[in-house]
């Protein structure tokens, strides 16, 4: 069973310097983790239907949950959620297995 964790960013102060440094800076802590299969970073650009307080969205896939426990409790993982608290605006965090 595949695992996607979702970490949904508010707005930032300065959008350009949260981008360049999300991407510069933060997204390769996560792509050194042991076990991530894939990671990529989005900018909310529309907002079809309902209330959605984010900006930008990153998401990581994992082959199973334990891979992804292994990933998340490791000191890389300690690492990077300490940078990204650092210099991010308010997020919130979601994990979801696939189940079809």
Not at 28 to 46: C, E, G, H, M, Q
Not at 61 to 85: H, N, V
């Amino acid at each position: 069973m595949t695992v996607q964790m979702y970490v949904l960013y508010r707005t930032p102060e300065n959008p350009e310097a949260f981008e360049k440094r999300y991407v510069e800076g933060h997204l390769p802590l996560i792509k050194a983790y042991d076990n991530v299969k894939d990671v990529s970073f989005a900018k909310v650009t529309r907002r079809v239907m309902g209330e959605f307080p984010y900006d930008y969205v990153f998401t990581g896939t994992w082959s199973d949950k334990d891979a992804w426990k292994a990933d998340l409790g490791s000191q890389k993982a300690k690492d990077a959620t300490a940078d990204a608290q650092s210099f991010a605006p308010p997020f919130d965090v979601v994990v979801l297995e696939t189940l079809a």
